[in-house]
């Protein structure tokens, strides 16, 4: 979204009121499943989940519907409105930064990211800190799970392009730039969201940045924070990542 001065907004800032209507077509119940697969082959019980970079809490609302318990964290304000909107019943929401949680030791047996929300840490400082943080609220034993992009999708699938998208009277433009030297890539989103008056429209502009990690980079700084037992995987499968698979589930234990 641009403010009034005409500047484009960080990520997510108002784009939670569109966000679904955008992402219509992410399968999500299938993730979600595929999340239970993850803790059935890895022989977990989830006893308390933290949906780390909930969103509008569509993931969330469906573990709960599935009997879990479940808080969502995002640092979005736009997306948890979306998100508390869907009304009730919701599970716990709460805005925070990966790298704080607001959350006691060991508060959690089961933390899982989905949807390459790890990408939006764009440090390797960043990234260890939500590692260390997540270690930290993690119970003796529990699983930490998450999916990325990797450096190649965001080359070869994002990459330098420009498409619309037109859903119902919405419509949205995608720009994407790709830097190889810093394995990061920029999209520039603007979407035109109808008003009450006709023939009107809001325009929404943001710009968000995603950056890659190589498989090894991402065990290597799990292992600094203490995980142990780290697998990665072609995104729902069970079959052994490669650097050139478009996404990538990683799972991990907290130690004793």
């Known amino acids: 979204m641009k403010d009034a001065s005409g500047k484009v907004l960080p990520a ?6 569109v966000y679904d209507l955008l992402m219509g077509d992410v399968p ?5 499943q595929y ?15 933290l949906d780390l970079g909930c969103g509008t809490g569509t993931a969330a609302r469906m573990l709960k519907a599935h009997g879990f318990s479940v808080v969502g964290l995002d640092g979005s304000r736009s997306m948890l409105d979306a998100a508390r909107n869907k009304g009730e019943p919701s599970p716990p929401l709460v805005q925070a930064d990966f790298r704080a949680l607001p959350f006691r030791n060991q508060s959690f047996s089961t933390v ?13 400082a960043d990234l260890q ?9 993690l119970t003796p034993g529990g699983l930490f799970t998450f999916d990325v992009n990797t450096p190649w999708v965001l080359e070869h699938f ?16 995608w720009r994407t730039e790709y830097d190889p030297r810093k394995k990061r890539s920029r999209l520039w ?13 809001d325009r929404l502009d943001e710009v968000h940045l995603e950056q890659g990690y190589e498989l090894s980079e991402l065990r290597e700084h799990l292992q600094r924070a203490g995980f142990r037992d780290i697998q990665m995987f072609r995104h729902l499968s069970f079959r052994p990542a490669r650097n050139t698979d478009n996404r990538v589930q990683v799972v991990a234990r907290r130690g004793s």
């Not at 997510?12 to 009121?17: A, D, T």
């Not at 999500?28 to 979600?32: A, C, F, N, P, S």
């Not at 999340?35 to 989940?49: K, S």
């Not at 498409?163 to 949205?172: A, C, F, P, Q, R």
């Open 129 to 137: 800190q939500a590692f260390r943080e997540v270690f930290r609220v």
């Open 35 to 49: 999340l239970l697969e993850v803790f059935e082959r890895f022989r977990h019980r989830p006893a308390r989940i």
């Open 158 to 173: 994002w990459g330098d392009d420009e498409k619309v998208k037109e859903i119902g009277e919405v419509i949205s433009i």
């Open 189 to 201: 989103i603007t979407v035109f969201v109808p008003t009450t008056v006709p023939g009107l429209y």
């Open 12 to 17: 997510f800032s108002r784009i939670g009121e």
């Open 112 to 124: 899982f990211s989905m949807f390459d929300s790890i990408n939006n840490l764009l440090t390797p």
């Open 28 to 32: 999500y119940g299938r993730w979600v």
